[in-house]
């Protein structure tokens, strides 16, 4: 496996279930990333993990857990969503350079729908 | 914070024929520039970025952007569409954000359509 894999690609989900999605990067990067993908929206950020410590959580509802054991690994848990929770949630990660840009390289991103 | 604003939601094109898709950010502090394009189920890949130097600069499949401060603009070109550039196109600008980590703050999206 090469980049950023994702798993699973496609998954539907009942609003009392409870899953997790699954993020793994091959690139020996320090910073991994969730982000929510909705139709004519922005990207919107949701966590940020770097050196394995969160530093970003964009007032993300809390049904939302996200966890990173390690540098490859990034998981997002998810429990009693909602309809509108629906969308493409795609992994990032990138070497963290505090003196200059950090280009993110992208998974090809879980579609989520909730019924 | 930064903004990034692409006016122009879809941009339809016949194939050979030039194309520009535009896109302005709202600071005009130092800032690094991206684009990216994304393939139907597919994740983003980067097509090109602008850090310092050159105002004009080139990236993959034949695209360039003209970083243009003054406009606080990064519009991006190719002088030659294919069918196989059919794909969403984001504009993305760094920034700090009160966390002092840099972060990517998007644009909505271009959906670039290329037809015979």
């Known amino acids: 496996e090469t980049g950023v894999t994702q798993t699973p690609r496609h998954l539907v989900m009942g609003m009392t279930n409870k899953k997790s999605l699954k993020c793994e990067q091959h690139?020996?990067?320090?910073?991994m990333y969730w982000y929510k993908q909705s139709a004519k929206k922005p990207l919107e950020l949701m966590f940020v993990?770097?050196?394995?410590?969160?530093?970003e959580n964009n007032s993300v509802p809390s049904r939302f857990s996200p966890e990173c054991p390690n540098s490859s690994h990034l998981f997002l848990h998810l429990h009693t969503l909602q309809p509108e929770d629906s969308a493409l949630y795609l992994c990032?990660?990138?070497?963290?350079?505090?003196?200059?840009?950090?280009?993110?390289?992208f998974g090809p991103g879980t579609r989520l729908t909730v019924l | 914070a930064q903004s990034v604003t692409q006016l122009d939601s879809q941009v339809p094109v016949f194939e050979e024929a030039p194309v520009e898709l535009r896109c302005n950010y709202s600071?005009?502090?130092?800032?690094?520039l991206f684009w990216y394009v994304q393939y139907p189920n597919q994740g983003l890949q980067l097509l090109l970025k602008y850090l310092s130097g050159s105002t004009l600069v080139k990236g993959i499949n034949g695209f360039e952007a003209e970083f243009n401060k003054s406009q606080t603009s990064f519009h991006l070109r190719k002088p030659s569409v294919h069918i196989s550039d059919t794909a969403e196109y984001f504009c993305a600008v760094s920034d700090r954000g009160n966390t002092g980590f840099q972060k990517l703050v998007f644009g909505t999206g271009t959906r670039l359509l290329v037809s015979p």
């Open positions: 993990y770097s050196l394995e410590e969160r530093v």
């Open positions: 600071s005009s502090v130092s800032v690094y």
């Open positions: 990032a990660s990138s070497q963290v350079l505090r003196s200059s840009y950090n280009e993110q390289f």
């Open positions: 690139l020996g990067h320090n910073a």
